[in-house]
C-alpha cells in the first residue's frame, strides 16, 4: 500500500509537503497555546515536520498515519534527528477511518481531507479521536482570487472551480458544520514557492541519476511544464491555510 510513485519522487527531499513553511508551522503551534503533555493525531502526517517540531517546542506527544512509506522513514528519520522519538510515533498505513484509541487535545489533517472523503468528513473521522474542548485542524486550500472558468481551476490541478471556496465562503461552511473558528494561520505566495518550485530541483536532480526510470519521461514533462503552471495559476489563484476549530 501506497501513494502514487510520482508524490514519492517529487516530493522526496520536502519536509513540509504543503505550502505551510517551517515559520509558519512554527507560529501555528504557538497560536494553540499546546500544552506539555497534550496529544495530537494527525491524519496524512507526510514527513512529519509537525508533531517532531511541536514535540520540539512545546513537549507534545503524537501519532502520524501515512500511506507512504517513504514519508513515514522521512518523519522517524526526523523525530531521532530532534531528540523526539520517544515522544512521536508515526504509523505507516490508510488513515480513512483512523480512530485513536486514545482522546487527543489536537486532532489534525493537513492537505489530506480526500482521507475523510472531503473537509465535512474528515471533521467527522478527526471528532472521533477528540476529547471535551479539544481542537481539529483542516489544512485547505481556498480560491484567492475566483478562477474565471474551469479552465484555469483546472490549471490550479483542481478538477473545476467547485472543488474548492473563497475564504469567506469556506469559513461560513466550517460554521454551518457546528463549529467556532478559533484560530487560523495562512500560507502566502512564497508559502507556494516553498512547497512547488522546491519540486524542480528535486525532480532536476532525480532525472539525472534515474535517466532510465520508467517514471523518466513523466518527470521530464513536469520540470519542462511546471514553473509556468504554477506560474500562471497556483500561485495567483490558489490559496491555503490551515483552520483551528472548536465544536460549538
Ligand atoms: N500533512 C503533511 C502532508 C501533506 S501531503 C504536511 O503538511 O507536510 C498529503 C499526505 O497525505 C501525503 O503525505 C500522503 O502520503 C498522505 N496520504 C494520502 N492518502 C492517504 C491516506 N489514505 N491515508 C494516509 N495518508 C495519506
Not at 11 to 31: F, V, W
Not at 101 to 130: K, M, N
Not at 155 to 175: K, M, Q, T
Not at 228 to 243: I, P, S
Request: charged content about 25%.
Amino acid at each position: 500500500m501506497d501513494i502514487p510513485r510520482i508524490f514519492n519522487i517529487t516530493e522526496s527531499a520536502h519536509r513540509i509537503h504543503n505550502p505551510i513553511t517551517a515559520d509558519k508551522l512554527a507560529t501555528l503551534g504557538a497560536a494553540l497555546r499546546l500544552e506539555p503533555g497534550a496529544r495530537v493525531l494527525d491524519l496524512g502526517s507526510g514527513s512529519g515536520e509537525m508533531l517532531c517540531t511541536w514535540a520540539r517546542d512545546h513537549g507534545i506527544v503524537g501519532t502520524g498515519v501515512d500511506m507512504s512509506q517513504v514519508f513515514t522513514e522521512h518523519a522517524r528519520r526526523r523525530a531521532v534527528e530532534l531528540g523526539v522519538a520517544e515522544r512521536v510515533h508515526f504509523v505507516h498505513g490508510d488513515a480513512a477511518g483512523y480512530v485513536s484509541d486514545e482522546r487527543v487535545s489536537v486532532a489534525a489533517c493537513l492537505g489530506a481531507t480526500w482521507i475523510g472523503g472531503g473537509v465535512a468528513g474528515t471533521i467527522e473521522l478527526l471528532a472521533r479521536s477528540l476529547d471535551i474542548g479539544g481542537i481539529i485542524l483542516i489544512g485547505e486550500p481556498y480560491w484567492r482570487q475566483l478562477p474565471p472558468t474551469d479552465t484555469v481551476a483546472k490549471g490550479c490541478l483542481a478538477n473545476a472551480i467547485s472543488d474548492f471556496l473563497l475564504l469567506p465562503a469556506l469559513l461560513a461552511s466550517f460554521r454551518e458544520l457546528g463549529y467556532d473558528l478559533v484560530e487560523m494561520v495562512l500560507a502566502d505566495q512564497d508559502g507556494w514557492d516553498r512547497y512547488e518550485a522546491a519540486k524542480w530541483l528535486t525532480m532536476r536532480r532525480w532525472l539525472e541519476a534515474n535517466p532510465g526510470d520508467a517514471l523518466a519521461g513523466e518527470v521530464r514533462e513536469k520540470l519542462t511544464t511546471e514553473p509556468e503552471r504554477h506560474a500562471a495559476y497556483t500561485r495567483e489563484y490558489l490559496g491555503w491555510g490551515v483552520f483551528a476549530l472548536m465544536a460549538r
